[in-house]
């Protein structure tokens, strides 16, 4: 940090407030929003708190600038402790700053204000995150990102009327969906998804693409979450559809989790595409379900366990055994058929039970029974037992149905 004299500091404060003040009253949103993000380490506003720092204390707004004065007073504040590393505390005073905003553009009838809106909910966030971080290395309770979901709920309330303002509900959505997705507490997204879907204030197709990608991103791991594979796959897809291609680190989070949805609905991916993303943890999980080989499977999903529990789409993924057991079955007709087609539909349950020991899974008569009962009853297998030969005899047309994009029935 430079020193700086007291003269200088003053110049930098008066400078600071005179940008505030004009940017306010030329309604210029983007000159507003530079002003709000400190996150951006901008040498202006790190200049700014060294200035601020000068005076060991918050320096109060002049009379001049008294109208702003419940928003400038404590963004000083977090300003100079942002400065200093102290996160939280400087997440503590952001968030009087942003009440205090909130509050003011509430007020203020057209939403010129919007780009400092989003910057606003923004630092909110980072903040908060940063902050809660800071907070567990001191072994203290981590409670400021609960703190700014709720206060971006209040802003969500204010964009999610009528009026011009209402375009901002969806960017302040996707905070609000960061937000709870790493609380933990997904269960909070409902009202904002209900707001957004149910609520006839806006046309999805009007929100800018970028808050579209991100609301569809989110939204779809929801449905993962709630295992509601179509309604998944209809969302992740969007959002790797219009996500900018560009931008590779975005499209690989999108598919780690569109992978495995369309898996479940029985469509493989490309090689390259996982290749090309570095995707390789789904390398060998696509070659268990090629082969019908439930060891490699089961490998698969061990050698990544930790990864795919992160993601949380273990339990998809795990679920992915039946489809194995499908195409086992199926390559195990195939080579029935070459030998003898007139009784390739009658395939013994020890033949099952052979190939199975051959893949080193240890399974008896009765247990591989139960699996195909299960195949039979699911849809994944056409045919039908005949008990005291233990034989499954399977139907002479189509004995192996394809899942076309749905998922497999519960």
Same mark, same amino acid.
């Given at each position: ?65 008294? =109208? ?152 779809? @791991? ?23 291609? @560009? ?43 090629? !082969? ?64 199975? !020991? ?38 002479? =047309? ?13």
């Amino acid at each position: 940090m430079a020193y700086l004299s007291l003269g200088e500091s003053h110049r930098r404060i008066t400078d600071y407030l005179n940008r505030f003040s004009d940017a306010v009253c030329s309604q210029d949103g983007s000159a507003l929003s530079n002003l709000l993000s400190f996150s951006s380490n901008s040498p202006y506003l790190l200049s700014l708190a060294d200035a601020l720092n000068v005076f060991h204390g918050a320096k109060q707004p002049d009379q001049k600038y008294a =109208q702003f004065g419940e928003i400038i007073a404590p963004l000083f504040r977090s300003l100079q402790n942002y400065r200093l590393g102290n996160i939280a505390d400087a997440y503590q005073a952001f968030e009087k700053a942003a009440h205090a905003f909130t509050q003011e553009f509430r007020d203020w009838e057209s939403a010129w204000a919007l780009e400092a809106v989003y910057a606003v909910a923004y630092e909110t966030r980072v903040l908060a995150e940063r902050a809660d971080r800071e907070l567990a290395s001191y072994g203290k309770s981590p409670e400021k990102l609960k703190g700014a979901g709720s206060l971006l709920m209040r802003i969500f309330g204010v964009l999610a009327g009528k009026g011009p303002k209402r375009v901002g509900a969806l960017y302040v959505a996707c905070q609000l969906l960061k937000i709870y997705f790493k609380l933990g507490t997904v269960h909070l997204c409902r009202s904002v998804v209900r707001s957004i879907e149910t609520a006839r204030f806006f046309e999805f197709e009007e929100f800018p693409k970028r808050d579209k990608v991100t609301y569809m991103y989110y939204t779809g @791991r929801l449905e993962v979450f709630n295992e509601n594979f179509p309604a998944a796959d209809h969302k992740l897809s969007y959002a790797w559809t219009h996500c900018d291609p @560009r931008n590779e680190a975005n499209v690989r989070m999108i598919l780690k989790y569109l992978i495995p949805v369309k898996l479940s609905i029985g469509i493989l991916p490309q090689g390259w595409l996982l290749k090309r993303y570095n995707l390789v943890e789904y390398r060998n999980v696509v070659l268990a379900l090629k !082969r019908g080989d439930l060891r490699l499977l089961r490998v698969a999903l061990l050698e990544h366990e930790d990864r795919f529990l992160r993601s949380g789409v273990f339990l998809v993924l795990e679920k992915l055994e039946l489809q194995v057991y499908q195409r086992l079955l199926k390559k195990i007709y195939i080579i029935q058929k070459q030998k003898d087609p007139s009784r390739a539909h009658q395939m013994k349950l020890e033949v099952i039970v052979k190939a199975l !020991r051959w893949l080193e899974i240890d399974m008896d008569l009765d247990e591989v029974e139960c699996i195909v009962a299960t195949l039979i009853f699911k849809n994944l297998v056409k045919g039908y037992f005949a008990h005291k030969s233990k034989v499954v005899v399977l139907s002479k =047309q189509d004995p192996f149905p394809k899942l076309n994009g749905k998922p497999v029935s519960s």
